[in-house]
Nanobody
Framework: VQLVESGGGLVQPGGSLTLSCAAS????????IGWFRQAPGKEREGVSC????????YFANSVKGRFTISRDKAKNTVYLQMNSLKLEDTGVYYC??????????????????WGQGSQVTVSS
């Protein structure tokens, strides 16, 4: 059972990136996938979550209107489309899975294991 994040990189303010969270060893069909990020010297924070069965999305206030989240059941992958990126979006982005987005709302301490993450750097 593994989740692998990819798609990070260096982008200028106002730019866009799409992160991927690919699952292996299990199917996402009955789970929720949540994204967290951690900036240097700051605590890990929730960014977005999607319930795979019905596609219901949830977003932190800081990214509402700029980020979208989607899932591709056939590819067993979730995407985080990040637009209008700001300097404060810089950080390592991680995806996690649980039975519902309720776990994502409870915060990062809910999750015992994390992948390697994907670095997003917004800089001019």
């Amino acid at each position: 059972v593994q989740l692998v994040e990819s798609g990070g990189g260096l982008v200028q303010p106002g730019g866009s990136l799409t992160l991927s969270c690919a699952a292996s060893g299990f199917t996402l069909d009955y789970y929720a996938i949540g994204w967290f990020r951690q900036a240097p010297g700051k605590e890990r924070e929730g960014v977005s979550c999607i319930s795979i069965p019905d596609g219901s999305p949830y977003f932190a206030n800081s990214v509402k209107g700029r980020f979208t989240i989607s899932r591709d059941k056939a590819k067993n992958t979730v995407y985080l489309q990040m637009n209008s990126l700001k300097l404060e979006d810089t950080g390592v982005y991680y995806c996690t899975s649980d039975l519902s987005c309720s776990a994502w709302y409870r915060g990062p301490t809910t999750f015992a294991s994390w992948g390697q993450g994907s670095q997003v750097t917004v800089s001019s």
